[in-house]
């Protein structure tokens, strides 16, 4: 079956580091990857997409990137900043007759 | 705009009773998709509607079940509910159904409680 896994439940690091979060998948051959963040009590926010014929993508301090050899996509916040606190998903889209599947996320607190 | 809408916010139901959630998709988007989401998890896919037919299903028992109007907003539906039913239920719309790469939008969610 299906699985996504994301490199931790979650990850602690220092206001102005770079945080970098991991996306690993089986069993699943997506033609596009995505990210969104969720804070509590509220639904995702898309942030990214990365399709399977891209490298890297980047959007301001973010920058994905996606290894379909590795089946594996990093997730980096660059200067991350307090407000960059939430849960971060891993979202897999593939052609039509295959489900679009969330990994279980990672919780990212920047400490000021 | 005021994107994706869901209500209510908030419900609590009792064992065996049957809950229907309501969404109105972002203006312009005609796809409709509801996720399930427990506590620390992420969202599970149950399924998405598309020109008022159900395209695609994820692992979910019968007991749920959806529809789609002409102006595009859904119902999602949970028969005999169980306290295992007990999360968010989230609904996303997009243009165009799936395959596309579009970006879901999501609504705040439905809180609902099972006791």
């Known amino acids: 079956s299906q699985k996504i896994e994301q490199n931790s439940e979650a990850l602690n690091i220092q206001e102005g580091k770079t945080a970098t979060l991991t996306c690993n998948y089986t069993n699943y051959s997506p033609a596009y990857l995505q990210w969104y963040r969720q804070d509590p009590g509220r639904g995702p926010v898309f942030l990214l997409l990365i399709r399977e014929n891209e490298k890297e993508k980047r959007k301001e301090r973010l920058k994905v990137t996606f290894d379909t050899t590795l089946k594996q996509s990093l997730f980096h916040i660059t200067a991350s900043q307090p407000a960059d606190s939430a849960t971060y998903l891993c979202?897999?889209?593939?052609?039509?007759?295959?489900?679009?599947?969330f990994g279980p996320g990672t919780r990212l607190s920047v400490l000021p | 705009d005021a994107g994706v809408t869901q209500s209510p916010t908030h419900l609590i139901k009792t064992r065996g009773q049957q809950v229907t959630l309501r969404c109105s998709p972002k203006s312009g988007h005609d796809t409709v998709s509801w996720y399930q989401q427990a506590l620390g998890q992420g969202p599970q896919f149950i399924f998405q509607y598309y020109e008022e037919e159900e395209r695609q299903r994820g692992n979910f028992p019968d007991r749920f079940s959806g529809h789609q109007f002409p102006n595009y907003s859904s119902e999602l539906n949970v028969n005999a509910l169980l306290l295992g039913d007990s999360a968010l239920y989230l609904c996303a719309s997009s243009r165009e159904g799936r395959g596309s790469g579009e970006t879901q939008y999501f609504g705040p969610g439905t809180r609902l409680l099972v006791l």
């Open positions: 979202a897999l889209d593939g052609d039509y007759g295959q489900n679009f599947v």
